[in-house]
């Protein structure tokens, strides 16, 4: 079992920055797929970075590139995401969730993640 907590999320100017953290706690000794998700407004939600916890690999989806960051810290028990030149659209609810590993190497959708935290608002202004 694993749980785990946003933080980090608050408002925002086009081209700010955010940091968000998931920290985890239970199953920390064990590896999974960390990803973090994302619901605007009025939209589905959607994938937006993963991580292995186990491998360090990394995925992050084409919008975000460049300006996204997933990592562990030293302590493998937090997950964070680093969010740079931030726009309007990325203006939604964040979540952490933590999955089989498999996930983080191929296909993957929420639909698979077993765990979920609670969710931090992140809203942008331009």
Excluded at 92 to 109: E, F, I, T, V
């Amino acid at each position: 079992q694993v749980q785990l907590v946003e933080s980090g999320g608050g408002s925002v100017q086009l081209g700010g920055s955010l940091r968000l953290s998931c920290a985890t706690s239970g199953d920390t000794d064990s590896s999974y797929c960390m990803g973090w998700f994302r619901q605007p407004p009025g939209k589905e939600r959607e994938g937006v970075a993963t991580i292995d916890t186990g491998s360090d690999s990394t995925y992050f989806i084409d919008s975000v590139k460049g300006r996204f960051t997933i990592s562990q810290d030293n302590a493998k028990n937090t997950v964070a995401l680093q969010m740079n030149s931030l726009k309007p659209e990325d203006t939604a609810m964040y979540y952490c969730a933590a999955g089989p590993r498999y996930l983080c190497a191929g296909r993957w959708s929420w639909q698979f993640f077993t765990y979920w935290g609670q969710g931090t608002q992140v809203t942008v202004s331009s």
